[in-house]
C-alpha cells in the first residue's frame, strides 16, 4: 500500500505561485507515472497534470498548460507541482495519485489510470 502526503497549499493572491510537493512511500516510486489532480467545491474531481515513472514524459490539462509545471525526484521519492500566474479559478484541493501500472510510456490522465490518492492540499488563490 502506497501512502502520498501533499503539502505546500496555501492561500495567494492572483498573479502569484505555489509549489506543491507530493512525498510517497510503500512503494517503488521510481517504477510509477505520478498525476496531480484538483477538486474545486461543488464540481467533480478534474485532472491537471502527470508525468512518466522516469520523469521524460509530461501532460498536462489545458487550463494549466503554460502556467504549471510537474516534476519529480525519484531519489527523494517527491512529485511536484509549481503552479505561476494563479487566478481564482485554480481554487481547488489539490491531490496527488500513483499510477497503476508501472513503467508506462505514457503518463495518464484519467482518475481510473490512477489507484492511490492522497489526502490533499488546500489552494486559495484571492482576487
Known amino acids: 500500500q502506497v501512502q502520498l502526503v501533499e503539502s505546500g497549499g496555501g492561500l495567494v493572491q492572483a498573479g502569484g505561485s505555489l509549489r506543491l510537493s507530493c512525498a510517497a512511500s510503500g512503494r517503488t516510486f521510481s517504477r510509477y507515472g505520478m498525476g496531480w489532480f484538483r477538486q474545486a467545491p461543488g464540481k467533480e474531481r478534474e485532472f491537471a497534470a502527470s508525468?512518466?515513472?522516469?520523469?521524460?514524459?509530461?501532460y498536462y490539462a489545458d487550463s494549466v498548460k503554460g502556467r504549471f509545471t510537474i516534476s519529480r525526484d525519484n531519489a527523494k521519492n517527491t512529485v511536484y507541482l509549481q503552479m505561476n500566474s494563479l487566478t481564482p479559478e485554480d481554487t481547488a484541493v489539490y491531490y496527488c495519485?500513483?499510477?497503476?501500472?508501472?513503467?508506462?510510456?505514457?503518463?495518464?490522465?484519467?482518475?481510473?489510470?490512477?489507484?492511490?490518492w492522497g489526502q490533499g492540499t488546500q489552494v486559495t488563490v484571492s482576487s
Open positions: 495519485a500513483v499510477q497503476r501500472l508501472a513503467w508506462g510510456a505514457t503518463p495518464g490522465s484519467r482518475s481510473t489510470d490512477f489507484d492511490s
Open positions: 508525468i512518466s515513472w522516469g520523469g521524460s514524459s509530461t
